[in-house]
């Protein structure tokens, strides 16, 4: 079983659409919760960032962490052409650790 | 948010060379950064930590001795590929901590590397 698990894809949605991306996770020493945004041949942007449990909002982002049941989401409102990319979500368990990330979700947003 | 920068952003090389990758922290000081390497359509795979001062750390698998890495200062991290062959083309990303946050990474623009 791999630590992090993360549906690939692709998710096509029409612009304006709610979307949702979620990764589950099977180990309970992960505390940081991060998702990135990675347009093709680019490094990994990171868009949220969340301690422990909780949900985070920023913008059209909102992010949940659900440690009870290892499963954190990332929501995004009013999705727009330009947020077409892989989403990968990244976990680790202290400040300064490496990082563990899941294989990543490509989202196709169509005008 | 913080900055990384990687240079060069791409390179080709002939099997048998080595190649040289270097990691910068712009704005602030980073005494850990991690090396990753990612194939076409597949996530981001740890290869090592790079520590300041002290030798890097590997990831199960990663042959030290073909991916040299120093972490020559606090805001420079370099890899080598040494002995390049084909089967070494990937993308290569490098990340560092941001130590005046939480310790969140922050990734670089990355290095595709191709040996032909």
Same mark, same amino acid.
């Given at each position: ?63 949940? &962490? ?42 196709? &947003?169509?005008? | ?63 030290? =001795? ?21 089967? =070494? ?8 901590? =941001? ?18």
């Amino acid at each position: 079983q791999k630590e992090v698990e993360q549906d690939p894809g692709p998710l096509s949605v029409p612009e304006g659409a709610i979307v949702s991306l979620n990764c589950t996770y099977s180990n309970s020493a992960f505390q940081y919760f991060m998702w990135y945004r990675q347009y093709s041949r680019k490094g990994p942007e990171l868009l949220m960032y969340t301690y422990s449990s909780g949900n985070k909002e920023d913008g059209r982002f909102t992010a949940q &962490v659900d440690k009870s049941s290892k499963y954190i989401s990332l929501f995004i409102r009013d999705s727009q052409p330009s947020d077409s990319a892989t989403y990968l979500c990244a976990m680790m368990a202290g400040g300064y650790q490496k990082v563990t990330f899941g294989t990543g979700t490509k989202l196709q &947003v169509i005008p | 948010g913080a900055v990384v920068s990687q240079h060069p952003s791409r390179v080709i090389c002939k099997s048998g060379t080595s190649v040289k990758i270097e990691c910068r922290s712009l704005d602030f000081q980073a005494t850990t950064m991690f090396w990753y390497r990612q194939f076409p359509k597949k996530s981001l795979m740890l290869m090592a930590t790079s520590n300041e001062g002290s030798k890097a750390t590997y990831e199960q698998g990663v042959e030290k =001795d073909k991916f040299l890495i120093n972490h020559a200062s606090l805001t420079l991290s370099t890899l080598t590929v040494t002995s390049a062959h084909p089967e =070494d083309s990937s993308f290569y990303i490098c990340s560092a901590p =941001d130590i005046r946050g939480q310790g969140n990474p922050f990734f670089g623009p990355g290095t595709r590397l191709t040996v032909l």
